[in-house]
């Protein structure tokens, strides 16, 4: 059973970096034809897609978001990362990470992790 | 405005069937890409429900369903139970805003 867990400040300063770190377990990173991402949701919104990465180190980011994001993989820990540089408060959001699985080239997500809230306040 | 259109809510009685709609377009789901849905229990983390506008995940029950045609995709629920109040998503891919998509979400009360 494959299992994804967030890690990372839950609040962190306006302008600046928002770091957080999935840990996955019961599966490698680097099998399969899945694509690593990251969702978040805004209190009480939806869901927003900002990103993933491709085992093969592809990345497809979310347009209105790409100048601030860079998401990586760490196949020696079987982990991948989300960092959003120059937070506003509009970036307060729940952030899950997710394992895609390709279908007909829309990928859907199998397995979330727990999610985790990050708040930008000074 | 979420490019995939859901009802905001929509509600029924347990034991009835409900539908839920996500609107789309030509870029997205008019341009042949597949819908996947999703169940977000209140407090939980979403869960895939339907992938591949059809299909049902090991786990789900046949009580939910998908489909899809030209620009428009539902899920439709029968035999509603109370444990179906929810939010749902949809989700797809559109080529003009090159990325995934999810809907806005639909909340479902059961009366």
């Known amino acids: 059973q494959v299992q994804l867990l967030e890690s990372g400040p839950g609040l962190v300063k306006p302008s600046q970096t928002l770091s957080l770190t999935c840990t996955v377990s019961?599966?490698?990173?680097?099998?399969?034809?899945?694509?690593w991402s990251w969702i978040r949701q805004l209190r009480g919104k939806g869901l927003e897609w900002i990103g993933y990465?491709?085992?093969?180190?592809?990345?497809f980011y979310k347009p209105s978001l790409k100048s601030r994001i860079t998401i990586s993989l760490d196949t020696s820990k079987n982990q991948f990362s989300l960092k959003l540089s120059s937070v506003t408060a509009a970036d307060t959001a729940v952030y899950y990470c997710?394992?895609?699985?390709?279908?007909?080239?829309?990928?859907?997500?199998?397995?979330w992790g727990q999610g985790t809230l990050v708040t930008v306040s000074s | 405005q979420s490019v995939l259109t859901q009802p905001p809510s929509v509600s029924g009685a347990p034991g009835q069937r409900v539908t839920i709609s996500c609107s789309g377009s030509s870029s997205n789901i008019g341009a042949a890409y597949d819908v996947h849905w999703y169940q977000q229990l209140p407090g939980t983390v979403p869960k895939l429900l339907i992938y591949?506008?059809?299909n049902r995940p090991s786990g789900v029950p046949a009580r939910f369903s998908g489909s899809k045609s030209g620009t428009s995709a539902s899920l439709a629920i029968t035999g509603l139970q109370a444990e179906d109040e929810a939010d749902y998503y949809c989700q797809s891919y559109d080529n003009r805003l090159t990325g995934w998509l999810f809907g806005g979400g639909t909340k479902l009360t059961v009366l």
């Open positions: 591949g506008n059809t």
């Open positions: 997710a394992r895609a699985r390709n279908w007909n080239d829309v990928p859907y997500l199998d397995y």
């Open positions: 019961g599966g490698s990173i680097t099998s399969g034809d899945y694509y």
């Open positions: 990465m491709y085992d093969s180190g592809s990345t």
